[in-house]
């Protein structure tokens, strides 16, 4: 029973941080991608090209989506602290 319990809170974990980073890194890959396609057209191999328009528009994205993020964290948070009496009941 123990390591079902144990489970069940690390696949909650795993998914919430796969909910809260997806946006940042569905961004990175499409300006990555886009980028990419940008400098094989052109011919451009300044790594830099590369990289200030993705860390720019990463950075974009974490700024929207803070509220929206912090109240996802919150919330699992409060799940894990609230859930603890159960879990702790269930130890042997």
């Known amino acids: 029973m123990n390591e079902l319990i144990i489970i069940q809170i690390a696949r909650e974990a795993l998914k919430t941080a796969i909910y809260v980073a997806g946006p ?5 890959m499409i300006v990555g ?3 990419s396609i940008f400098q094989v057209v052109t011919s451009l191999q300044d790594q830099t090209v590369a990289f200030v328009p993705k860390v720019l528009a990463v950075m974009l994205v974490v700024v929207i989506s803070f509220p929206w993020m912090a109240r996802v964290l919150v919330a699992f948070t409060t799940k894990m602290f609230t859930d603890f009496n159960l ?3 269930q130890l042997p």
């Not at 940042?24 to 990175?28: E, F, H, M, R, Y």
């Open 24 to 28: 940042a890194l569905i961004v990175s």
């Open 87 to 89: 879990v702790v009941r």
């Open 33 to 35: 991608l886009s980028i």
